[in-house]
């Protein structure tokens, strides 16, 4: 499957192992974007036609030009998450202007959770979310496909368990 | 969850499992779905959306093997079974350790809250003693309908004396009649029917009227212990008692007990924390207890003198009301502004003093042991190995003479581990606290490009890390050492926004248990990243030099 940051193989041992997220999640913010964007400017265009002078009609491509820009921001976010499973702790690193890199020991997880809302569903995506005794801690994957979410959410658990290590 | 550890919340699909044992009969099932506060709620609602058929597959794998006993669940309000509560413990499942479990009844329970003999035939252990509080408590509510009323008046003071001029005898006395016996009643049925217990395991507690409630407070995962005495209880000479656990909130406090009584539960509940035998644990007794530290009340008042806020809300409550006098010459708005700048100055001064009066800290085998106050009197015990993280504060004034240490432990109020003393007085209690910690001297400043990020106040970051702590510094002129042992850290965290991307530089965050997050600002990038990497390897291992829970095991 075609993943986001390629999947980095046969390098150094003691490098992690990067996962990207597959496209799903790139997909599904691109449509709603598109969506979103393209009805604002119909609504727009209409009204600035219907009551507006004419040369303002103009206007109603911003919101073209808004998703053109958001389409590629999209893609870069979407570029930037990926997530590692080492042997003891699970990396994940995201954000472009902003980056982000957050290292959770499998042995403090306490909860690990795998959310889905009506939209994700239908897209066929899950999120994992993971909590440890510290509420700052903001260990998410987004974006997953459901099976690959299933699998994490057991394999951490059961690492979780072995590594257990509490307050 | 996984689908290996046992999930209560399932429960519904288990009653069509054929191998569940026949005699999990009508009573014991409305025990089941009775965990309206279980955290797995959200985890198990989700699960069937993001995989289809997710459901059934972890419903057979908690199956037979798994699902705790269903007659310990047809026991009384062990509803939340021993075997699930362990499981729930080792991680990977509930959120903040899943330290006390709650049942809010009324709306679920229908079998009448279990006779204390029922919950003994139930769990086939010893009879519990459930006991009651001091016969005292009632009273503490009797002043509650005057709170009221003087609040009222205080909040609006004319419309209280209109009221009042009002008011003639009779309606006073059919008043008094109505709320005095109402209050009286009211303390009286609470205090009726609030028990307490302590099993093996657990602290539990049952109360409320109409809505009950029954909190288990599971002893191994026992953060700290309270016994505090307001100014009328001494008095009275009863105490309060509280067992600080992540999740527990006011209502979960024992008030109020006989002052003997509160200390001896208090050594009891600590021993069998520690792990002592369960025949053993009453007759323990209170550990023998090490004086670290006492603070002289000269020195307490001369550094609350010494502090800028004491003086700069003593000034604000002054020159303001003088300033409004000026310019509305109203005595009400002098007055209404005039008072709360008062109290705040009050309570940061003098306040501090008699809250911080006769300071005492000691070492015994159960833990820290912290004694303060002079009106009211508190007692608080923090066992080994649960403080979070701890700040070395040095306001201005200060430096060079004294320091105050601050410290976090998770579900406890406390906060303050030395209110003041000199700076190797308060190390040596911080190497008692965490034991084989020294207190790294002189923190690393970040490279000097840091000044493009954050002018002036990079001079006052700083970190470093020694093989016991994490420890950064910040504040230019009020200077904070923060302090995360490695085996408390959570998780760690490298962020870097795009000016600091440009600088080279990057911030690393250690997150503690208690809701701390200690940052390493403006660290050069690449030291940022190696810090990242060596950080996780440290908290990873550094658990396994720490003190079990139980630490006397």
Known sequence: METGSVRTEGNAPGEPVWTGLPPGLLRMRRLLLVVWLGLLAVVAGVLLALFAPPGWVALALLPLVLAGWGWHMLGRNWRSWRYAERADDLLISRGVLWREETVVPYGRMQLVEVTSGPLERHFRLAGVQLHTAAAATDARIPGLDPAEA?????????????RSAGL | MSTASPDPSVSPDLSADPDLPAHLDASARPDLPDLPAHPDVPDTSARPAAVPGGLPDAAAGSGPAGFPSPTAGAGHDGS???????????????????????????????????????????????PLSERRLHPVTPFRRAWAPVAVLAGWAVHDPGQAQ????????????????????????????????????????ELRIRTGLLFRRTAHIRLERLQAVDITQPLLARVAGVAKLKLDVVGTDDKDELAYLGEGEARRLRAELLARAAGFAPEAASEVGEAPVRPLLHVPPGVLAASVLLTGTTWASLAAALVVPTLLWFATHSAWTVLATGLP??????????????GEYDWTVGESPDGLRIDHGLLDRAHETVPPGRVQTVRIVEPLLWRGRWVRVELDVAGSSNAVLVPVAPREVAYAVIAAVLPGTTVPALPARPPRRAGWCAPLRWRGYGLAVTDAV???????????LHLVPHAKVQSVRLTQGPWERFKGLADVHVDA?????????????????????????????????????????
């Open chain 2, 341 to 354: 700048l008062l109290g705040a100055a009050g309570a940061s001064s003098v306040g501090r003093f008699v």
């Open chain 2, 513 to 553: 248990g208690a809701g701390k997050t200690v940052t390493a600002r403006l660290r050069d990038a690449g030291e940022a990243a190696e810090l990242l990497r060596a950080q996780a390897d440290r908290s990873r291992t550094g658990r396994r030099e720490a003190p079990p829970d139980r630490w006397m095991a």
């Open chain 2, 80 to 126: 939340v079974p021993d075997d699930g509560g362990s499981a729930r413990g080792d991680g990977g499942s509930v959120r903040g350790d899943g330290d006390s479990v709650r049942e809010d009844g009324g709306s679920v329970r229908g079998d009448g809250d279990s006779v204390p003999g029922d919950s003994a035939a139930g769990l086939g252990e010893r």
């Open chain 1, 150 to 162: 299933e699998r994490l959410r057991d394999r951490l658990t059961e690492l979780g368990e072995a």
């Open chain 2, 470 to 480: 994490f420890a950064t510094r910040r504040g230019l002129l009020r200077r904070r």
């Open chain 2, 162 to 201: 209109e009221q009042l001029t009002r008011l003639t005898t009779t309606a006073l006395l059919v008043g008094l009649a109505v709320i005095v016996p109402g209050a009286a009643l009211y303390g009286f049925l609470s205090w009726w029917f609030t028990h307490f217990a302590v099993t093996d395991t």
